[in-house]
């Protein structure tokens, strides 16, 4: 049996809050015996939410929190401010080591200035990048970063590149990942002057696979498993993917039911439709760790459900088995000590 896995989780944040978010913290825990959880904000909407449902009560525990940080506020701000906010509290277990890992739907950037401000970067970590996995025709791949870094620098993807590595090898099991960097055609003479400044100093680190450029058609196809890019275009690929999944599911199911013949043909392909695009369906990979930091923070879409809170909760323990951040820490390190000699 694994050793127990104990989350921090913002119930107040996201769209849905705390009705789904409580909805997918019973689901894990019912699915997964050593995940514990605490679920911070309002105890009262909390403890009702949590009256609907059949589950071992000592395995969520409510952490009451008196205020809520809303997207539209300044993420620096709020942070500072709202000490008894559902993120701030939450995030404090975390550094206070009560919990291994915080999930919120909250506000992404009060999550980031949170994770760094209050958990705080692993020394050598210029800065952390959100990297979420994505669905492809040969898998997931890891795209990084896609919403942290809109003005990052060379350095920085470099940086990406190499946590990118380290996660895919541990978590996905993926000897050597392929790492590219998005870029608007495959010559190494392309791209904008980030792409151009970057490209070298990824051909030159040893540390890493990198395969060159990645054009954003080739993404779905699975050509890189890991996917460099500053946060602007990294989320403008991210958002496009998830639209575009949607759409066209749509338009299948429109089609599908549009006549008789082809609601016929629809109960033969079902099962076989319904098994594919579940493979395309994001919200099975959980959220995206933002990577770097003295411990796990995990965002997950602001109009989550249940089902990808339940995910993002049982991803946190793979993340604490195969103790991504200190392996983070001892490439840094290492990279550091090579550079000195």
């Not at 990279?335 to 000195?340: I, L, Q, S």
């Amino acid at each position: 049996m694994q050793d127990t896995v104990r989350v921090a989780v913002d119930a107040m944040g996201g769209d849905n809050a705390p009705l789904e978010i409580v909805k997918g913290a019973v689901e894990a825990v019912n699915e997964r015996e050593e995940l514990q959880l605490f679920l911070v904000g309002n105890e009262g909407r909390i403890e009702a939410e949590l009256a609907k449902y059949q589950f071992k009560r000592e395995k969520i525990t409510v952490v009451p929190a008196s205020e809520e940080i809303s997207c539209d506020e300044a993420p620096v701000m709020a942070i500072r401010k709202k000490k008894d906010s559902s993120i701030v509290v939450a995030l404090n277990l975390v550094k206070e080591g009560k919990a291994d890992a915080f999930v919120s739907a909250g506000s992404s950037g009060a999550i980031l200035v949170g994770g760094q401000l209050i958990i705080g970067r692993i020394k050598g970590i210029e800065r952390p990048p959100l990297a979420p996995l994505i669905p492809t025709l040969k898998g997931v791949s890891l795209l990084i970063d896609c919403g942290a870094n809109v003005d990052a620098r060379p350095s920085h993807l470099v940086q990406f590149a190499q946590m990118g590595s380290i996660y895919m090898e541990n978590i996905l099991g993926i000897s050597k990942p392929r790492v590219a960097i998005v870029n608007i055609g495959a010559e190494e003479a392309k791209g904008n002057a980030l792409v151009k400044e970057t490209y070298p100093l990824l051909k030159e680190c040893k540390d890493i696979n990198f395969i060159g450029s990645i054009e954003a058609r080739d993404i779905p196809y699975g050509m890189a498993d890991v996917i460099v890019s500053e946060a602007f275009v990294g989320n403008v690929i991210l958002k496009l993917s998830e639209g575009l999944a949607g759409a066209l599911v749509s338009a299948i199911k429109d089609g599908m039911m549009s006549t008789t013949r082809s609601k016929m043909g629809a109960l033969l392909v079902k099962p076989a439709l319904k098994e594919t695009l579940k493979k395309f369906d994001a919200t099975e990979y959980g959220g995206a760790p933002l990577l770097g930091l003295n411990g796990l923070v995990v965002k997950v879409h602001g109009s989550s459900k249940s089902k990808e809170v339940k995910n993002a909760l049982i991803q946190c323990i793979q993340f604490k088995a195969e103790g991504i951040n200190d392996k983070i820490k001892e490439n840094i390190i290492k990279k550091k000590e090579e550079n000195m000699n």
